[in-house]
């Protein structure tokens, strides 16, 4: 038990650690720290859905030969594909931009960048949920050191995340506290998601290599629509490409030990 609530937690708190970077900096993020920083959260989250998701998806299926494939591949698109539709029907605002996505609406700029975070977080806590429930219930490939792995890595590229939600907000003329609420506000679907799944794990066994690809999908679609389009635009990309070999071998190192 203690070892579930840690593994909800974990990510929480590395969002919380990144927000008090408000607390530390005068000004800003530099820019050559944030692109660094977006770099190694995309690294993260691409070993994590590798290593963590899609893998143990395929091998929980070995008995079916081939076919075991088809749970995972279908699975991976499908998160793909209702990450795109959150996308399209949420109206967002990305850190750094000025321009809204989404359909037109009268929210603030601080709802749309609190909705634009939600999408983004949503995946992680479904991943970490999912992981645990299938740790629980001893799908192949998967353990509860394995679990909190993926609960480390996504606490680690959370960091950044606090961090590159709280920074702006504080330049935007709000208070170092209202700064740090608000960046780590932004974590808090991560939990919530992953005891959903969790809750719901008894009635999901059947389809759990599914969700374990939908969790790599969603994650992944995150990462190239966001993370590495932020990380490439502009001077610097080269600390992100740096920052992504940095983010996906520690995450896949403590995968591999942990797991």
């Not at 720290?33 to 859905?49: D, N």
């Not at 939600?118 to 995946?123: A, E, K, S």
């Not at 610097?236 to 030990?257: Q, Y």
């Amino acid at each position: 038990m203690i070892a579930i609530i840690l593994g909800l937690l974990i990510p929480l708190i590395g969002t919380m650690l990144g927000s008090a970077f408000v607390f530390l900096m005068k000004h800003d993020m530099p820019q050559r720290l944030q692109k660094a920083l977006l770099g190694f959260a995309s690294g993260v989250m691409v070993a994590a859905s590798v290593w963590s998701l899609l893998i143990p998806a395929i091998e929980s299926g070995a008995d079916k030969g081939a076919w075991a494939v088809m749970p995972a591949a279908a699975g991976f698109l499908f998160g793909i594909v209702f990450l795109l539709a959150i996308d399209e029907l949420t109206p967002h605002l990305h850190v750094g931009t000025d321009t809204p996505e989404g359909p037109r609406s009268h929210l603030s700029r601080t709802a749309m960048l609190a909705l634009a975070v939600t999408i983004h977080n949503l995946p992680e806590g479904m991943a970490v949920g999912v992981v645990l429930a299938g740790a629980l219930q001893g799908t192949a490939g998967l353990s509860m050191s394995a679990a909190v792995a993926v609960s480390l890595g996504i606490a680690i590229q959370n960091i950044p995340e606090g961090a590159i939600i709280s920074m702006p907000m504080r330049a935007a003329g709000n208070s170092r506290s209202k700064s740090f609420a608000i960046g780590s506000l932004s974590g808090i679907v991560e939990p919530l998601g992953g005891l959903l799944v969790l809750c719901l794990s008894a009635w999901l066994t059947p389809i759990l290599p599914y969700l374990l690809a939908f969790a790599a999908g969603a994650m992944l679609y995150v990462v190239v629509e966001e993370l590495i389009p932020e990380a490439s635009q502009g001077k610097h990309s080269n600390l992100s490409t740096i920052g992504f070999a940095i983010g996906f071998v520690l995450m896949m190192v403590l995968d591999v030990i942990l797991g």
